[in-house]
């Protein structure tokens, strides 16, 4: 939440307990900004209507797996090299590919994706501005959490094999200054 309100405030998609019911785990969608360089202000509202909570969906072992294809990368590019991790990406027969249910990602600072497993007609296009339905820039949000060191999200994206919105577990860092590596999770 700190690192989206102090990127020009948005939506934050997470996993909370709610009091009025049983503080059970359930996702939750806020919205930040910025007061000073100390403070930020939000609300949020609990979306009760999706069956999503963080004992039942995930499988812990997938989760590992989706940091660890990330860290993987970052492996890859001090071997590699940024290009060479971004051509792995880029081709569907790669390992990087081969990990059911995880569909790593490449982007830039300024939004611009460099590779993308789910969807490689996205290849070349800047996502600053897509927005999905809950009103989210997930590019900005990634590009924010990157930024900050990176770690886990959750959003909607999405999903050009069912042709709808899916719910993602997503994992990035940044490999440099300029570029930074994630990959999804699909949560079913």
Do not use: C, H
């Amino acid at each position: 939440m700190t690192a989206r309100a102090n990127l020009w405030g948005g939506f934050v998609l997470y996993l909370y307990e709610n009091p009025f019911d049983n503080f059970a785990s359930e996702l939750k969608l806020s919205y930040v900004m910025a007061v000073d360089d100390t403070w930020f202000i939000g609300s949020g509202i609990y979306l009760e209507d999706q069956p999503f909570s963080d004992t039942f969906y995930i499988d812990w072992q997938k989760r590992e797996d989706l940091v660890s294809q990330v860290r993987g990368m970052d492996y890859l590019t001090i071997v590699e090299g940024i290009p060479a991790v971004l051509d792995m990406i880029n081709d569907p027969k790669s390992e990087l590919n081969g990990q059911e249910g995880l569909y790593p990602f490449a982007i830039t600072e300024n939004g611009t994706m460099l590779a993308y497993a789910m969807n490689p007609s996205l290849v070349g296009t800047n996502q600053l501005s897509m927005n999905n339905s809950y009103g989210m820039s997930v590019m900005r949000e990634v590009i924010s959490l990157s930024k900050e060191g990176g770690g886990l999200m959750y959003s909607k994206v999405w999903n050009p094999e069912t042709m709808t919105e899916t719910y993602v577990l997503i994992y990035v860092e940044p490999a440099d200054d300029t570029t930074y590596f994630g990959s999804m999770l699909i949560l079913e």
